[in-house]
């Protein structure tokens, strides 16, 4: 049986697709690596008794997964509120890409002390929230839960 692998790392450098994508494996953070230098909060010793995956109303469907019983009632628990794929469809992706853009500008405008520069990135900021705002209540934001479904 192999070893509960919840998050990827007892196969590979851990998840590739970090809340579906939105974010590469260099956000993981710190959670493979405790001071002993081998466990983290990540890493199950325990042995696998499910394989399972998460998959939502529309179809989206995350990647098979060997788990332990604690770890299917976390996910089931905690991990299963929304499915990532859409809440975060290409159109907020896109959306949310420009407002990190427009709120980095409005720091160097910020700092350089230029009102006028700031105050119109603030107007193009407000629009592109309405924006995000448009997408949510025509429901191309959705927020959809996930079912763990187990794998024979």
């Known amino acids: ?3 509960c692998n919840p998050y ?13 994508g939105f974010y590469g494996p260099e956000y993981a953070g710190n959670q493979t690596v405790l001071p ?14 499910v394989r399972a ?24 628990s905690r991990m299963s509120d929304t499915c990532t794929r859409c809440v975060w469809p290409e159109e907020a992706r896109g959306l949310d890409e420009s407002m990190n853009r427009v709120m980095r500008s409005m720091a160097d405008a910020r700092a350089d002390g230029d009102l006028p520069r ?17 997408l949510r209540d025509r429901g191309v934001i959705r927020k959809v839960p996930l079912t763990l479904i187990e794998i024979s």
């Open 1 to 3: 049986m192999p070893r």
């Open 8 to 20: 990827g790392y007892a196969t590979d450098a851990g998840p590739k697709h970090l809340m579906g």
């Open 36 to 49: 002993d230098g081998v466990h983290g909060p990540a890493i199950c010793e325990r042995p696998a008794t």
């Open 53 to 76: 995956r998460m998959v939502c109303a529309f179809d989206h469907v995350g990647p098979i997964m060997d788990l332990c019983q604690q770890h299917v009632r976390e996910l089931q």
């Open 118 to 134: 700031l105050h119109a990135l603030n107007s193009s900021l407000d629009d592109l929230r309405h924006a995000m705002d448009e």
